[in-house]
């Protein structure tokens, strides 16, 4: 038996609904076996980010290491790398195993405020991180920060993703979640644009949705699904999580990653 292999290499969340948590279950519902490489420890629930705990690079390091030259690795996603340091690293390590299926989560700004990106690791993101990814999925605050402009339409987002595909990245997927009328996300290969549309879904319960978009694009791409046809599983995945909600917690709840698969299995 032949199984997809995906690997996370993220904070952890103790509230479980982003980060490495939120990963490995997105992995799980979709039928690919989750490994992960931890880059932080925080404490944190609904109500916001209580404290943050960077591991050693050698920790990082060799937590690849062992994943990577033992089980193998089909795809992979970086979500928190919260210092220029961890950046470097990973995207050395990258390199090192000639992991291709690379989607970056450029994790900035927790739900609460909490800034999970530190500056100065703006510039480390930009020029080493992104020239690797095949898929980088910013959402509009993170886009305006990649791009140094302000996104209020379609149009904008259309314009930020041109730039952002100039560093080097293969597709990028601006997302338009915080945008007023439907959920758009603009999708760009340097070639053609797609939208993907979905209804808005009036509900505080959104944490961790941009961990469990970009874990289900890598699930998908770890498969052997075409980028395009991983981005619109995994649309359909944030849709379904954020649509049947858990409400959780007295803050921003998580998403409901068993909600994909309940719509196949009921």
């Known amino acids: 038996m032949t199984i997809a292999r995906a690997l996370t290499i993220a904070g952890s969340d103790s509230g479980g609904g982003a980060g490495i ?13 989750g490994m992960s490489a931890i880059t932080a420890i925080t404490a944190q629930n609904t109500l916001g980010v209580h ?9 990082i390091g ?15 996603k970086t979500g928190m790398l ?6 470097e690293l990973v995207a050395e390590k990258i390199r ?21 990106l530190e500056e100065s690791a703006q510039h480390a993101l930009i020029r080493y991180l992104l020239p690797l ?4 999925t910013p959402n509009l605050p993170e886009a305006e920060v990649l791009t140094g402009r302000e996104i209020r339409t379609v149009d904008d987002m259309r314009e930020a993703a041109r730039r952002i595909r100039e560093f080097g990245v293969g597709t990028v997927v601006v997302k338009g ?3 007023e009328a439907d959920a758009i996300d603009v999708v760009y290969d340097g070639e053609t644009f797609e939208e993907l549309r979905s209804p808005r879904i009036h509900t505080r319960h959104t944490h961790g949705t941009g961990c469990t978009f970009s874990a289900a694009v890598t699930a998908e791409l770890a498969k052997g699904k075409s980028v395009m046809e991983a981005v619109r599983a995994a649309k359909e995945f944030i849709t379904c999580a954020i649509a049947d909600s858990l409400e959780l917690g007295g803050g921003h709840g998580p998403t409901n990653h068993w909600a994909y698969g309940k719509k196949f299995h009921t």
């Not at 948590?21 to 076996?33: I, P, Y």
């Not at 090192?96 to 999970?116: E, F």
């Open 21 to 33: 948590q939120a990963d490995l279950k997105t992995f799980t519902v979709l039928g690919v076996f």
């Open 51 to 59: 404290g943050i705990y960077n591991l050693p690079l050698e920790a």
């Open 62 to 76: 060799k937590q690849i290491d062992a994943v990577v030259t033992d089980l193998g690795v089909d795809a992979a």
């Open 82 to 87: 919260s210092q220029a340091s961890i950046i």
């Open 96 to 116: 090192q195993y000639s992991i291709r299926n690379l989607v970056v989560d450029p994790v900035m700004v927790a739900k609460g405020g909490t800034r999970l």
């Open 133 to 136: 990814a095949q898929v980088v």
């Open 177 to 179: 979640g915080h945008l």
